[in-house]
């Protein structure tokens, strides 16, 4: 079996949850504290000297790390993309095949805290909307207590739980297809 879509499977994974928790971190380096206006609820990451950021794209500001991870999704999508063709037929890929590229799982849009719209999507659709949710608020040169209940912010932060369980999922039918082949 390819191990690389295994790879971007897993990669993608980890970058749903990422994208979560950073673009949680980008409101509060971003919004004025409400107790000191002139200051942010929090710092940029303070790490240990030599902590390699490669995996940050080399920056320790959530704004740029958020620019990197969401431009990692359309590349871990092409990475997964080569489980769609990958022994066909096989019952186990093709259990695989519908976890990750069906729409098996709800992807729920957000107007505000209390309005929210389901819809059937699969894995890769949702990594997809969550990045552009994340371009879309990061673009904002000032971050206000509005974006932090607006429709950005929440659809993309509530919707990694159900793919990544879904993507697991996935992963645990492709170990399963490997362990059959001896």
């Known amino acids: 079996m390819h191990l690389s879509l295994m790879y971007g499977i897993s990669y993608m994974r980890n970058l749903l949850n990422m994208l979560a928790a950073f673009t949680a971190k980008f409101l ?33 500001r959530s704004r740029e790390i958020l620019k990197y991870l969401a431009a990692q999704v359309s590349s871990t999508s092409s990475m ?24 098996t799982i709800v992807f729920n849009f957000y107007t505000n805290r209390s309005m929210e719209y389901p819809m059937k999507s699969s894995v890769a659709q949702i990594a997809a909307l969550i990045a552009t949710h994340i371009g879309s608020l990061i673009t904002d040169d000032e971050i206000t207590y509005d974006d932090a209940r607006g429709s950005d912010y929440l659809t993309a932060t509530n ?15 492709c170990l399963e297809y490997i362990l059959k082949q001896d």
């Not at 919707?159 to 039918?173: H, I, K, P, R």
């Open 80 to 103: 997964m993309s080569s489980l769609r063709s990958y022994k066909f037929g096989n019952e186990l890929l093709e259990k695989a095949r519908d976890m990750v590229f069906g729409s």
């Open 28 to 60: 509060f380096e971003e919004l004025p504290d409400p107790k000191s206006p002139e200051e942010k609820v929090t710092d940029v990451i303070h790490l240990q000297e030599g902590f390699p950021l490669t995996g940050f794209g080399d920056d320790v």
């Open 159 to 173: 919707n990694n739980d159900l793919a990544t369980e879904q993507m697991s999922s996935a992963l645990l039918v």
